[in-house]
């Protein structure tokens, strides 16, 4: 089972997210009699991954912890057309209220799940593994990589602090790519070190200064293949990973040259939202 994403750090963004969004109260659903109760649902309008169902659940509690949720289907869960998720009894004017918050967490970490199962799924039986990158969206860190999970895809690194990535501004300020894995050795014993090259020269060389993983930025696929071989003859040291231009179009083929890793920002950052929709009856 995925490990979910603490459930304070989900109370904070949600109590974020409705401070965004209420202001000084909704004018809106003030219009609705308080002691109004309503049943509603939430429907998916197409086929999706669901994910965010802690933030939805948080999202109604927080306005009123007496409403009721009936969840239909879990996270990295598939739903379909048309399919009720949920089902939600309580007064009118929280539910109302907690719509578009919900929602908004629903469809958008449920759009990163779709992401990344659909690129899981086009490498099926390659025996590589998808990666997300940092490209999330501000503040949703942790939520965005706990849907990529959800997705059956990997996290690559958290942030900044688990994980030395050097790239080619700190090759140059180090002065070459030996110099800086050392440099990480020495300022950072027993974290992994992961240098990105841009040809198989400098994949040679970070091969050669022992870099745990080493990132093929748009190396062609003759070239990944010959990274694999060299890997390979010296006891496959470091791990592989492509990386830049990924598609569901060309990820299948960059997974058959032997790579271990293939990292996506587009998971994360090129999300379109599922389409899910509320539907309530009043009276209830």
């Not at 830049?244 to 990292?263: F, H, K, P």
């Given at each position: 089972?995925?490990?979910?994403?603490?459930?304070?750090?989900?109370?904070?963004?949600?109590?974020?997210?409705?401070?965004?969004?209420?202001?000084?109260?909704?004018?809106?659903?003030?219009?609705?009699?308080?002691?109004?109760?309503?049943?509603?649902?939430?429907?998916?309008?197409?086929?999706?991954?669901?994910?965010?169902?802690?933030?939805?659940?948080?999202?109604?509690?927080?306005?009123?912890?007496?409403?009721?949720?009936?969840?239909?289907?879990?996270?990295?869960?598939?739903?379909?057309?048309?399919?009720?998720?949920?089902?939600?009894?309580?007064?009118?004017?929280?539910?109302?209220?907690?719509?578009?918050?919900?929602?908004?967490?629903?469809?958008?970490?449920?759009?990163?799940?779709?992401?990344?199962?659909?690129?899981?799924?086009?490498?099926?039986?390659?025996?590589?593994?998808?990666?997300?990158?940092?490209?999330?969206?501000?503040?949703?860190r942790l939520a965005q990589k706990y849907a990529v999970r959800c997705g059956g895809a990997r996290n690559h690194r958290l942030?900044?602090?688990?994980?030395?990535?050097?790239?080619?501004?700190?090759?140059?300020?180090?002065?070459?790519?030996?110099?800086?894995?050392?440099?990480?050795?020495?300022?950072?014993?027993?974290?992994?070190?992961?240098?990105?090259?841009?040809?198989?020269?400098?994949?040679?060389?970070?091969?050669?200064?022992?870099?745990?993983?080493?990132?093929?930025?748009?190396?062609?696929?003759?070239?990944?293949?010959?990274?694999?071989?060299?890997?390979?003859?010296?006891?496959?040291?470091?791990?592989?990973?492509?990386?830049?231009?990924?598609?569901?179009?060309?990820?299948?083929?960059?997974?058959?040259?032997?790579?271990?890793?293939?990292?996506?920002?587009?998971?994360?950052?090129?999300?379109?939202?599922?389409?899910?929709?509320?539907?309530?009856?009043?009276?209830?």
């Open positions: 089972m995925t490990a979910r994403v603490d459930s304070q750090l989900v109370a904070r963004q949600v109590a974020a997210a409705l401070a965004e969004d209420l202001g000084a109260g909704d004018v809106t659903a003030a219009l609705v009699p308080a002691t109004q109760q309503v049943r509603a649902q939430i429907i998916a309008r197409e086929p999706a991954i669901l994910c965010g169902t802690d933030w939805a659940d948080t999202t109604f509690k927080q306005l009123d912890p007496a409403i009721r949720l009936e969840w239909h289907a879990h996270d990295g869960e598939r739903v379909v057309a048309d399919m009720t998720v949920v089902r939600l009894a309580g007064l009118a004017r929280p539910i109302l209220s907690g719509e578009r918050t919900a929602l908004n967490f629903l469809q958008t970490l449920s759009a990163t799940a779709t992401a990344a199962s659909r690129y899981v799924e086009a490498i099926a039986g390659t025996g590589c593994q998808i990666l997300d990158t940092r490209k999330t969206l501000p503040g949703l942030g900044l602090h688990d994980m030395v990535l050097i790239k080619e501004n700190h090759i140059i300020a180090a002065g070459s790519i030996a110099t800086a894995i050392a440099a990480a050795r020495r300022t950072s014993p027993g974290v992994p070190v992961e240098v990105e090259v841009e040809s198989l020269t400098e994949f040679q060389q970070a091969l050669d200064a022992g870099a745990d993983i080493i990132m093929l930025d748009e190396l062609t696929l003759a070239d990944m293949r010959t990274a694999v071989e060299l890997n390979r003859a010296r006891g496959a040291r470091a791990k592989l990973e492509a990386s830049g231009n990924v598609t569901l179009a060309s990820v299948r083929e960059i997974a058959l040259t032997g790579v271990d890793y293939i990292s996506i920002g587009g998971i994360t950052k090129h999300v379109q939202a599922v389409d899910l929709s509320m539907r309530c009856e009043f009276g209830a």
